[in-house]
């Protein structure tokens, strides 16, 4: 498979009055052509902030790409690119899609003319023909009679619409990564199934690599092919879907899997809930992230930070489960934690 | 199973780590949930959040020498504002008159401070008067809703439209005065409106927000809801706005007094003390100059707070 | 249903009739957020209330409470029309049904301590002296999972999860019977949401609460509720115990938005279980005439464009409001 997006050792921090906030703390990923890669964790796991720092959407000097930090998309360093080569990047290269449809779309343009912005400032073609392509936009992301509709203003369309025209903007001009955000956090349930089939439909016609930045398991399980699960600016465990969802190996993946509340339980039994919050992350938290919070935790978890354990050439974890000291455990579904 | 790794990255593979570090010690104690970071207050957050504001800081530092100065000011030379001194008409600034002295031999020095008296007077008084009835109206329109609300709303609009020179003019022939009072009076009369429409907007937002509703259904009565939760909340836009309200205040009365609408003889404003020296501006400019200076400092200061009050306040920017 | 009919009227808390809730939009137009509702809450059960986002669940539930008045029909509390209250009756009333918000940001006075904000309806309600009150207040925070120095913090200094347990104290603070849960969990993380549920049942466990919960999560509602009922652009249109709802869903609506519920299983194809529905929900201003789901139902018939089905008990204790779930519910493949 063809790399096309490789981070190393990405920190990323926040300026603030109390301090400095270490919101990414030595993220390494690659992503390969294609593929989906979604990043699963709480608010404040650093995931979106990860997302952001890959466009250089984050505003210096409050927040900070620091030193030694690598981004290379293809071969290209994407953290000393100046204005110009970021510009290309950004829409041609890679593009992205939020949360929140209403807030990203510009209230008082027309849609039509929001897509063809995008599409003048890249491809360098008549308005004419752009508004041929952003027709052509619409129809591909299912919006009914695309003729129409764009001459429409964003508040004349529902959310679901919405976020479908910026799927639209987001694909003007065929990049090769997109980035959605939360995509469907902002959707009702019957919308959300809507807007992932767009998308999966969108990867196989188009072969875009998509980074899917996410709450949400169940998303994940349909749509993503790797995952690697974040929390407190890291990343503890990464590896194929199947390796996450069958043989996850990090507690708190378990905890993740096993508070999602399913139709097949008991009702009104106690949910598995995991105690506290996570850390504050002006802390400087030289030992494991979540060992305050985790059942297994042992005393070196609170001394040390574990190293990345191999378990196949896509399934990596970091916790000290998995040294030949630690006592065995059981997974969440019942499994050897420790081969 | 894939190759162990375990001894790469942060630890040295030399390293043996003690066999009892590996049992099992289970989570933290969560029962309380404490906090971390320490207690901050809104207006100690605030605070901190505006010292970082230097401009802002700078115009605060001024305006409280501006406040000292117009306290003490006239006495600090030991020449009275209203002193005529024959023998020293016009003069520059001297050892002396500090400041000169102008057409009458009165110094200048005292006067300008006795004139920041009367303007800065003016301007707070004005932007409490206007503050409290516009917080009453807006209030009550907001509150009451329907249509108190219409009608009150038109009312402010029709007022908004009269320019306001016309009713000054109208006042002083009716009140066949020249008083600071009926001067406040003028400026007053339709100075309240903008408040009341940005503390309607303000209260009509709050009245929806979840805390009031909340506050509803625990059956809190509508006076105290009002007083405990509507009135606290506004109270960043009513302070923020009073800041804007002073300079203007300021303002409009200089612009009176240079009309020759103003404060009479022998008291006197920065506008008054502008409007007479423009006659002889070009000979002797610093007569101008004091005053006019006073007047672009004060409302500057003023602006520039109010822009760092706007940015400390606003809850949005909190964190 | 082996109750009486007698037994089961005293037995309920909350008795909904003919509830409608529109609002005027402008001079012409007229939202109709609830419109002829009838439903019933059980004393001590939790009651979930599903629904898309503006299908009138929320004002449903805060007309419950007499947070807004209603249009027409009767809310009744305890057998009491809580419209007809006023005075001391009133203030009685709003002692016994509370509400829990869904904004944990929005829902907290900033300008207010924890303590203030918690004792808020001690104040109304009951005569503590401050001392009392600051133990009631303790105490409170104990039950909710904080500790008691969060009396002297604001709430901008805590997390979602722990101004959510403030919002429920707040509610707990006038030992209410009956409090509405308005997606009290949407706004947090997945690991929090589990904390607030169980918090939640156990608070009705220990003081024999009931509860309306509100929300969009399907999977959720299955967990906390006894009985279901799903709304539809204003609409109820099924109401059925727990397990009847999600084992076997009758309106066509109700089958959808369960299928629509992804799981966590990556073997699964979700594509093939799910119904997907075409379009979205069509504005609440206008609202289709006869079924208001047959644009986006593909059993729709004639029928259904000219009269507005009732809600009507299909089975026993299993309310639908759907023209043709008898026989889409025998011959599903067939009536495509």
């Known amino acids: 498979m063809e790399q096309i997006l490789e981070v190393k050792d990405l920190h990323v921090s926040f300026n603030t009055y109390a301090g400095e906030v270490k919101a990414v703390r030595g993220v390494s990923f690659e992503l390969n052509k294609g593929e989906t890669l979604a990043f699963v964790g709480e608010s404040g796991c650093g995931k979106t902030v990860t997302a952001k720092a890959i466009l250089r959407l984050l505003k210096p000097p409050f927040a900070e790409i620091k030193e030694g930090s690598q981004i290379l998309y293809q071969g290209r360093d994407v953290v000393h690119m100046d204005k110009k080569a970021l510009s290309s990047y950004r829409g041609e290269e890679v593009s992205m899609i939020f949360q929140d449809p209403m807030t990203s779309l510009n209230p008082t343009m027309k849609i039509g003319k929001q897509i063809m912005e995008s599409l003048r400032i890249h491809k360098h073609i008549s308005k004419q023909e752009a508004r041929k392509e952003a027709i052509e936009l619409l129809r591909l992301v299912n919006i009914p009679s695309p003729e129409t509709r764009v001459d429409s203003y964003p508040h004349e369309l529902s959310g679901g619409m919405r976020q479908r025209v910026m799927i639209a903007i987001a694909l003007a001009c065929s990049p090769n990564i997109l980035i959605a955000d939360e995509p469907t956090t902002a959707l009702d349930v019957t919308i959300q199934i809507q807007i992932m089939d767009l998308l999966k439909d969108l990867k196989t016609k188009l072969g875009t690599a998509i980074i899917l930045v996410t709450h949400d398991l169940g998303v994940v399980a349909n749509f993503a092919d790797r995952v690697q699960v974040m929390y407190a600016g890291q990343v503890l465990e990464r590896g194929t879907t199947k390796e996450i969802f069958e043989d996850s190996r990090h507690p708190y993946t378990w905890a993740l899997l096993s508070s999602v509340p399913t139709l097949a339980k008991e009702s009104k039994q106690e949910l598995y809930a995991l105690k506290g919050t996570p850390p504050d992350l002006i802390l400087p938290l030289n030992h494991c992230p979540f060992a305050a919070r985790c059942e297994h935790c042992m005393q070196i978890c609170k001394e040390r930070n574990p190293a990345e354990t191999v378990l196949s050439e896509t399934h990596r974890v970091s916790c000290w489960l998995q040294h030949p000291d630690a006592p065995r455990t059981l997974t969440f579904n019942g499994k050897e934690a420790r081969s | 199973m894939a190759e162990e790794t375990m001894g790469m990255g942060p630890i040295p593979k030399e390293e043996p780590i003690p066999k009892e570090k590996f049992t099992v010690i289970g989570t933290d104690d969560f029962s309380g949930d404490l906090i971390a970071r320490p207690q901050v207050s809104y207006w100690a957050d605030a605070w901190r959040r505006f010292r970082q504001n230097k401009i802002a800081l700078v115009a605060l530092v001024v305006l409280a020498v501006m406040v000292v100065m117009v306290i003490i000011g006239p006495h600090l030379n030991g020449i009275a504002f209203e002193e005529i001194d024959q023998d020293a008409l016009n003069q520059g600034p001297s050892a002396e008159h500090w400041f000169g002295t102008d057409n009458l031999g009165r110094d200048l020095f005292s006067r300008v401070w006795q004139a920041g008296r009367v303007s800065i007077a003016i301007g707070i008084a004005g932007a409490l008067i206007s503050t409290v009835v516009g917080c009453i109206y807006g209030g009550i329109a907001a509150y009451f809703g329907g249509w108190v609300d219409t009608i009150l709303m038109r009312i402010v609009e029709v007022l908004f439209s009269i320019p306001y020179l016309l009713i000054v003019i109208l006042i002083s022939v009716i009140t066949d005065s020249r008083s600071i009072f009926s001067l406040m009076l003028a400026l007053t009369l339709t100075g309240w409106c903008n408040t009341a429409r940005l503390v309607r907007g303000q209260m009509l937002q709050l009245k929806n927000q979840e805390f009031v509703l909340a506050a509803q259904a625990l059956g809190v009565s509508p006076w105290k809801i009002i007083l405990k939760h509507m009135l606290p909340n506004t109270m960043s836009v009513i302070l923020v706005a009073i800041t804007f ?51 672009a400092l004060t409302m500057l200061s003023f602006t520039l707070l109010g822009d760092g009050l706007r940015d400390a306040l606003d809850p949005k920017l909190r964190k | 249903m082996s109750e009486t009919n007698t037994a089961r009227q005293t037995d309920n808390i909350i008795e909904v009739t003919d509830l409608c809730k529109y609002f005027r939009v402008s001079r012409k137009a007229t939202l109709k957020a609830v419109d002829h509702v009838n439903l019933t809450i059980r004393r001590g059960e939790t009651l979930g209330l599903v629904g898309e986002s503006g299908c009138g669940k929320t004002t449903c539930g805060r007309t419950m409470i007499r947070l807004y008045n209603p249009t027409s029909g009767t809310v009744k509390f305890n057998g009491q029309d809580i419209s007809k209250l006023s005075g001391k009756e009133l203030l009685q009333f709003k002692k016994n049904a509370q509400i829990i918000f869904q904004d944990p940001y929005a829902s907290l006075d900033p300008r207010m301590t924890i303590g203030e904000i918690i004792s808020e309806g001690m104040n109304v309600h009951f005569h503590y002296s401050e001392e009392e009150k600051r133990q009631r207040v303790n105490d409170l925070l104990h039950r909710v999972g904080l500790s008691q120095d969060y009396a002297n913090r604001f709430a901008h200094e805590l997390s979602g999860g722990q101004r959510q347990r403030i919002g429920i104290a707040r509610a707990l603070a006038v030992e209410p019977q009956f409090i509405v849960c308005d997606e009290p969990i949407s706004a947090l993380d997945v690991s929090i949401q589990a904390q607030v549920v169980n918090l939640l049942i156990k608070l009705q466990r220990e003081d024999q609460l009931t509860y309306l919960f509100i929300s969009h999560d399907l999977a959720m509602v299955k967990h906390i509720s006894d009985r279901v009922g799903v709304m539809y652009l204003g609409n109820l249109v099924e109401l059925s115990s727990n397990v009847a709802l999600y084992d076997h869903p009758l309106h066509p609506y109700t089958k959808a938005l369960i299928s629509a519920i992804p799981t966590a299983d990556p073997e699964e194809d979700m594509s093939a279980r799910q119904i997907k529905l075409e379009g979205e929900v069509p504005s609440p201003i206008n609202p289709p005439e006869g079924c208001r789901f047959r644009q986006r139902c593909r059993y729709a018939c004639d029928r259904c464009a000219q009269e507005t089905p009732a809600l009507r008990e299909v089975k026993p204790g299993h309310f639908v409001a759907c023209h043709r779930c008898e026989e889409l519910d025998e011959h599903p493949e067939e009536n495509q």
């Open chain 2, 245 to 295: 309200d002073i300079p203007n205040y300021i303002f409009s009365e200089a612009f009176l007094s240079y009309l020759g609408l103003g404060i009479a003889a022998p008291n006197t404003s920065w506008g008054a003390l502008c409007s007479a020296a423009q006659q002889t501006f070009a000979f002797y400019p610093y007569q101008m100059f004091f005053p006019a200076l006073l007047i």
